[in-house]
Nanobody, 121 residues
Framework: QVQLVESGGGLVQAGGSLRLSCAAS??????MAWFRQAPGRVREYVAG???????NYADSVKGRFTISRDIAKNTVLLEMNSLKPEDTAVYFC?????????????????WGQGTQVTVSS
């Protein structure tokens, strides 16, 4: 059972940057991803990365967000630049044992508790 803990959320002005971190309880080669859920909206895919560092992004964050991982340190990072008020959400880290680069929430086996990101206008 892999445990995931997110950190790095906070309040930032529009145009600013934040870096989220997800720490896994053990070394894993699972596919890792970030999802987010804004108030009153369904949780949506943000970005994902395989153990071979293949990445995928939602169209809404392409060119602004970068996902990376350090397998040796059991961490996954999400660098968020040019933040917009519509990026405001709780951001969740997730792990998928299948190793595939999937966007489907149901494919992910482990989830963190989330970290709040608020972007003011």
């Amino acid at each position: 059972q892999v445990q995931l803990v997110e950190s790095g959320g906070g309040l930032v002005q529009a145009g600013g940057s934040l870096r989220l971190s997800c720490a896994a309880s053990e070394r894993t080669i699972y596919t890792m991803a970030w999802f987010r859920q804004a108030p009153g909206r369904v949780r949506e895919y943000v970005a994902g990365i395989t153990w071979t560092a293949k990445t995928n992004y939602a169209d809404s964050v392409k060119g602004r967000f970068t996902i990376s991982r350090d397998i040796a340190k059991n961490t996954v990072l999400l660098e968020m630049n040019s933040l917009k008020p519509e990026d405001t959400a709780v951001y969740f880290c997730a792990a998928d044992r299948s190793l595939q680069l999937t966007q489907r929430q149901g494919d992910f086996d482990y989830w963190g508790q989330g970290t709040q990101v608020t972007v003011s206008s």
